[in-house]
């Protein structure tokens, strides 16, 4: 090796530190109280999510979601006397740290009274706490572990939590599918995953049946027949895959090549576009669902048919979910007669709406408590289909 | 037992993806004493190529063997341009300078390809359409899909071509030459830069084959898709003894049996630290590689 010309000489390296020292603690220091409060203009509320990368899916339905609400509110004379909702957007491409900075502009720069999102608990846990320190509320659609509503008193969420869901997987798995003996395979990089496999693997055992000790994988493989070929071995009678759509897809196909044809069993992180890439391998699988598009009720009919129209497809969990979520905070803004944090705050602890995935009412850990659907997930004509198969009550 | 079998296979499948992938490296490395750290994103290339080639056919409604070799053959060309382009823009102007320019060079290459492929495709992961219908083979109660034969097959065959191509040609006459002393080649007559350039379409060409290939197996893309495989390929090229043909396809297949060995315990989240560990190890321990031979550096 010749000698480098330019090198990074000790010195040199030390004023770069210095200088990346001293960017970092002005960083630091830079804290205002956020929910400015306004008493005219537009009320401002920004929305964060997976708008790009692999999470693509949840953050588009909850974006087109958010956006429906917003527009029949303001077609309705907007609140608080006729102020307009502005929405922003922030992009965080399906990751964490993208998904804090997002946050933290929309609540230091654009003053948003408000905060929407996530969909993946991750980047939920990752921005609720800066939430939390500007003391601006933050309502997730769709982001089920427990632990995100516990950041801080100004948390909240319009969805289930993973300790039911997998309690529901758990008694669908033991009563209606009749196994005895599961398999469950976890991405040990998603907060969603883990949580979801505790409960599961916990009610399952309850319930008295066996599971083999939880497989891992990380978001973003893609083979996943090794650790498949050791669960094929054990010969589970159903395996529960907990983690999101791009795997789960995969999954379900290379579980069929090797000849593994038992269900397959999901939560709500399979609700996702790139599902379908799963093809006839989705078949004989099941999934645990927020809300059912075919449900007969006129709430929900209305919300599918004028979704349909604007968007050319059936509203997935994560756009009902988002518009739910808006549907809370519009109220609780009304209620609160002011778009002030501490007071919008209290306002969406004491919310109860009648949204189109069943009755928001906030409870003391601002959790909603709320039934769930299982549906059998089918693949047929190039896409999937999500058939309605029973509603489970908390 | 079966079980064991199960793996072996699975394992020879991965491992001959890092192959395929590594035989492109060596060979830069063998012509041009290069690491050219790009070669895993011109992969990613490949595989992009080849989906968009294969969405305009509409092959995913009618799977053809024929449109697939199409394809595959398209995505080359592509590939094998673009590697000509990067040697051209970016390696031939400081041919001549220290050998760590070179490699920063490559690293800035691959940053380039992988972010630039990030702005032009998106980040979200694509699924590439099934060119060819699937179909499982069972054999004993072990499973073989026909992506991963054909994977496994394309791999052996690339390994002897180039051998031939390196040993029994004229080009390949001109490389080892090249790679022997690049000014003494020069002045021999040896059109270097040609034969340089030569190699990098090959290299490249060879990246996309094996994009498309795995693709097809593995069905999810995206623009930072060569960054771990390029870097366990590159493991694999310098376990097998870095610049030697056979040693790229033996330390593939080594990397993806260890992997899959691994990914069948409850360690298989390590599986990414586990190429790493072997580089550290095959670094400190047997520099030049299971196959590769020290050759003493004349000043």
């Known amino acids: 090796m010749d000698g480098p010309v330019n090198a990074l000489t000790p010195r040199r390296a030390r004023l770069i530190l210095i200088g990346a020292l001293a960017l970092a603690a002005t960083g630091a220091c830079e804290r205002r109280p956020g929910g400015a409060a306004t008493t005219t203009g537009d009320i401002v509320i920004g929305m964060y999510g997976s708008l790009t990368g692999d999470g693509a899916s949840f953050g588009q339905s909850s974006r087109d979601g958010t956006q429906m609400a917003v527009d029949e509110i303001n077609g309705g004379g907007g609140l608080l006397g006729g102020r307009k909702l502005k929405l922003l957007i922030e992009d965080d491409q399906s990751k964490p740290d993208e998904a804090a900075s997002a946050v933290t502009k929309l609540i230091t720069q654009d003053k948003v009274v408000a905060v929407l999102g996530e969909v993946a608990s991750r980047r939920s846990l990752a921005a609720a706490p800066i939430c939390q320190r500007y003391n601006v509320p933050m309502i997730t659609p769709a982001s089920t572990n427990a632990r995100v509503t516990e950041v801080g008193d100004y948390i909240f969420r319009v969805c289930f939590i993973d300790p039911f869901q997998g309690e529901v997987l758990a008694k669908f798995a033991f009563g209606d599918l009749k196994a005895r003996k599961i398999a469950v395979l976890k991405d040990i990089q998603q907060d969603y995953s883990v949580g979801l496999t505790e409960s599961v693997v916990q009610h399952f055992t309850a319930l008295g049946g066996v599971v083999l000790p939880p497989v891992s994988y990380s978001s973003g493989d893609g083979d996943f027949r090794a650790i498949l070929t050791q669960v094929r071995s054990q010969k589970p009678d159903v395996v529960v895959v907990t983690g999101y759509y791009p795997e789960a897809s995969i999954i379900a196909r290379q579980a069929r090549e090797l000849g593994m044809e038992m269900p397959l069993l999901g939560g709500d992180g399979w609700i996702g576009d790139a599902l379908k890439n799963g093809r006839e391998a989705l078949n004989n699988s099941y999934i645990c669902d927020h809300y059912s598009a075919d449900n007969p009720d006129p709430v929900v009919q209305r919300f599918v048919q004028e979704y349909r129209t604007r968007f050319a497809h059936a509203p997935d969990a994560m756009a009902a979910l988002a518009y739910d979520a808006v549907k809370v905070l519009a109220d609780s803004i009304t209620r609160a007669k002011t778009t002030d944090g501490p007071a919008l705050r209290d306002a969406i602890a004491h919310a109860e709406v009648a949204g189109v995935t069943g009755r928001l009412k906030m409870n003391d850990k601002r959790n909603v408590d709320k039934p769930a659907v299982i549906e059998a997930v089918t693949f047929k004509d190039g896409d999937v289909k999500f058939v309605y198969k029973a509603t489970i009550n908390p | ?299």
């Open chain 2, 1 to 299: 037992m079966q079980t064991l079998l199960q793996q072996l296979v699975n394992g020879l499948s991965l491992g001959a993806i890092y192959a395929l992938i590594a035989l492109g490296y060596t060979m830069v490395y063998g012509v041009l004493r290069l690491i050219n750290f790009a070669h895993g994103d011109v992969y990613m290339l490949g595989a992009f190529a080849g989906y968009f080639l294969a969405n305009a056919l509409q092959l995913d409604a009618h799977p053809s063997v024929l449109w697939a070799m199409v394809v595959t053959t398209g995505a080359m060309a592509i590939c094998a341009a673009v590697g000509v382009l990067i040697e051209r823009l970016a390696y031939r102007p400081v041919r001549h300078h220290s050998r760590l320019t070179s490699l920063i060079t490559a690293i800035g290459v691959s940053l380039l390809l992988e972010y630039g492929g990030q702005v032009v495709f998106g980040a979200a992961p694509r699924f590439f359409p099934q060119m060819i219908r699937s179909e499982t083979y069972a054999v004993g109660g072990v499973q073989i899909t026909n992506q991963s034969l054909l994977i496994i097959a394309v791999a052996v065959v690339v390994m002897f071509g180039l051998q031939f191509i390196v040993r029994r040609t004229r080009i390949g006459k001109a490389m080892r030459a090249t790679s022997y002393n690049l000014s003494a080649a020069k002045l021999m007559g040896i059109d270097t830069d040609w034969v340089i350039a030569f190699t990098f379409a090959l290299g490249s060409a060879l990246a996309a084959a094996g994009g498309v290939l795995v693709a097809l197996a593995i069905p999810r893309i995206d623009p930072l898709m060569g960054l771990m495989t390029g870097l366990k390929a590159f493991v694999a090229a310098v376990l097998g003894g870095i610049g030697s043909i056979p040693g790229a396809m033996l330390g593939g297949m080594l990397i993806g049996l260890m992997e899959t060995g691994l990914s069948a315990t409850a360690y298989s989240t390590y599986r990414d630290a586990v190429a790493f560990a072997v580089l550290i190890l095959i670094l400190l321990l047997r520099p030049a590689g299971i196959l590769g031979s020290a050759r003493t550096e004349k000043v």
